[in-house]
């Protein structure tokens, strides 16, 4: 199992997990907030769309096309 950090809380999951999964799994599924306020979720799976767009040990990434890494930090939320 690898231990990553979602929103500052400890999430244990399985090797080849995607932090998109992640964040369904360990949280509400979403992976941003929009202008407007809404929260956003991974819509595509494929990197197209954007909508998953986190940031993953201080750098903007796409939690779809991203594997989950031992003590990676995934911050949703600005």
Do not use: N, Y
């Amino acid at each position: 199992m690898i231990d990553v950090h979602l929103d500052g809380r400890p999430l244990r999951v399985a090797p080849g997990t995607t932090v998109a999964a992640a964040l369904c799994l360990g949280g509400d599924g979403s992976s941003r907030t929009s202008v407007g306020g809404q929260r956003r979720a991974p819509f595509c799976g494929m990197g197209v769309c954007q909508e998953c767009r986190v940031e993953i040990d201080g750098q903007r990434r796409l939690a779809c096309q991203t594997l989950c890494q031992p003590g990676m930090r995934v911050e949703t939320r600005p």
